[in-house]
């Protein structure tokens, strides 16, 4: 159960970036695996986090392009995986598995939003596939080496746009019988990333293993809106008439790339964090709890997104969907 959900007294917040966070901390002999590590978020924080001493890790369903956006890096490891093909996952998993004793920190950046319908091999929705079920799947398979690690933590990126109907994402979560609608599958995709944490931490702290999920806040320079129209990030105003990225962090929400990137290291590495599990963070520090009928904000996690009770139901039909367990 999250009983850690309220801010606390972090030294940074929404200005801050990954430089900032990651200073003064030392990641050797320690060993990092992020999906999506290759671009726009996953890849600033590579940068940090390898700058820190850590061994990376980076799986690619694009090899090419990893190589190329990692080139600067010649001791990183890419490996491909697919996230959305479980054969693929599986397959990583072993060499990853046969390489590796121990994993420190796991951090499921990788995802797709508002993307037209599609379905993975087993019929799964894209968006449910490649941001919850194929990060599901990737823990479990890693779980051995999260166990075998001392303080292991787990991160998942949740979203601002979370707020959903938990009762449609528990019993219809692939839009089967229902119309689909790709702005509701992304929200309740980063409903599921928080709830996934809070399952995987209240499992996880009695092997010394805490998982977290993030808002990394609302960035235009990533590969995240290209299934969106062109016209949405004016229409948003993520970007002014000249086309140039609109940067207000403490207001909108809108980021830098090294704005945004720095949660994901801060809920990765920061000392603020030990004994404490399961919470969603937001500008560097653990976002609020909305109670019903709270207006949302900036930083708060809805109610439904942090129960322990959708985060055990949700838990159990990923295992039922995958066929993954932890072992």
């Excluded at 959305?84 to 998993?93: K, L």
Aim: proline share 5%; net charge negative.
């Amino acid at each position: 159960m999250t009983t850690f959900q309220k801010p606390i007294d972090s030294p940074f917040g929404a200005t801050s970036t990954a430089d900032d966070v990651i200073r003064g901390i030392d990641l050797k002999g320690k060993t990092v695996l992020v999906t999506g590590g290759y671009s726009g978020l996953g890849l600033d924080a590579v940068r940090v986090l390898h700058g820190a001493g850590a061994k990376i890790i980076v799986p690619a369903r694009d090899l090419a392009k990893a190589r190329n956006n990692l080139a600067l890096f010649p001791d990183i490891t890419i490996d491909v995986m697919d996230l959305m093909d479980p054969a693929s996952v599986n397959n990583f998993a072993e060499r990853f598995l046969a390489a590796n004793t121990q994993l420190d920190i796991l951090i499921n950046c990788a995802g797709v939003m508002a993307a037209p319908l599609s379905r993975d091999s087993r019929g799964n929705e894209s968006q449910f596939s490649t941001n919850v079920l194929g990060h599901f799947q990737l823990t479990c398979r890693l779980w051995p080496a999260l166990i075998a690690a001392t303080g292991a933590r787990v991160v998942a990126l949740s979203s601002a746009n979370h707020h959903v109907e938990t009762t449609e994402l528990l019993h219809d979560p692939n839009f089967r019988h229902r119309e689909y609608d790709p702005w509701k599958a992304y929200a309740q995709s980063k409903a599921a990333c928080a709830l996934f944490a809070v399952a995987l931490d209240s499992i996880g702290k009695r092997h010394g293993v805490r998982a977290f999920s993030v808002h990394p806040g609302g960035i235009y320079e990533t590969g995240l809106l290209r299934h969106t129209p062109d016209s949405l990030p004016a229409s948003f105003g993520m970007i002014d008439g000249e086309g140039k990225p609109v940067i207000d962090p403490e207001k909108t929400g809108f980021k830098t790339v090294r704005q945004g990137s720095s949660t994901i290291v801060w809920a990765a590495t920061s000392p603020l964090l030990e004994g404490k599990g399961g919470v969603y963070c937001a500008d560097n520090n653990i976002g609020s709890q909305l109670r019903e009928g709270d207006e949302r904000t900036l930083t708060g996690v809805a109610l439904n997104a942090t129960d322990p009770v959708n985060a055990g139901r949700l838990w159990h039909l990923s295992e039922e969907l995958t066929g993954s367990r932890l072992d």
